[in-house]
């Protein structure tokens, strides 16, 4: 299917087109692939207004491509870069991630895109952070997959800001995927998550918490791996947007991760940028 990306680009990210795909080159030529059935649509916030721009990709049967993937899925992403001039900076923190420890890391690898035969550009293509069997698998109908968002978090259909530190979580993905459970669950679970969430910043607060207490409310070893990938790369974006979090119903507790967005990251921002100086 024929499509011109100023049409694409024109429209909204969430549009979906049908096109094919060809996957070839690689060192591995099992690796080689055709999907004639493909949908894929527009991603990111401020990325999608610039010129080389980023998608999502929905193929019609599970697959692992080139080898990167955690197990198979049908959807993955292609970053464009586009903010980042050495293309560096999201595969060095994902792969920082990995040496971490950190589970559910997007893995990924550098493709070149071309697209109706014309050269789009260099691309990093990785895994979608999502729930699903062979990524963040959450097996509670409680579970959810939540980001810190406090750009466009109050712009998703189900959100809610903490009471004390005034961050607003956005709901990602329920344990069995948006378009398998009514809005009634999924706002029951995001309700389930926000009171844990909050009980987490009630005992922070209190000087008398130990940490016995809070190692019942969240997974302290991936909260302090996020915090060493987020203060390794400077990433003025951590805490603030684009980070993960999760928790596979109530008798869970908050795990962090997995990482995510780099652009700005490693001293994009020389002064003081969102109350940290890099």
Known sequence: MMYHFGTVHAGSKDVKYGASMQIVGSSDATYNISDNEIEFKGRGNSTWKMDKRGYQIKLSKKQNLLGIGNGKSKKWVLLANQADRTLLRNKIAYDLGVETGLTNIPNSTFIDLYVNGEYIGNYLLCDKVETGSDRINLK???GVLVEIDNEYGKYEDFYFTTKSSKTTYALKESYAGDNDLGD???EEALRSFETAINNFETALNNKNTTW???KKMIDVESFAKLYLVMELTENPDGFYSSTYLYKDGDNDVIHAGPVWDFDA???YYKS???????
């Not at 003081?272 to 890099?278: E, L, Q, S, V, W």
């Open 140 to 142: 509670n109908e409680k």
């Open 184 to 186: 009634a669950a999924q």
């Open 212 to 214: 016995e207490e809070i």
């Open 265 to 267: 990251a490693f001293g």
């Open 272 to 278: 003081n940028h969102k109350g940290r100086k890099y």
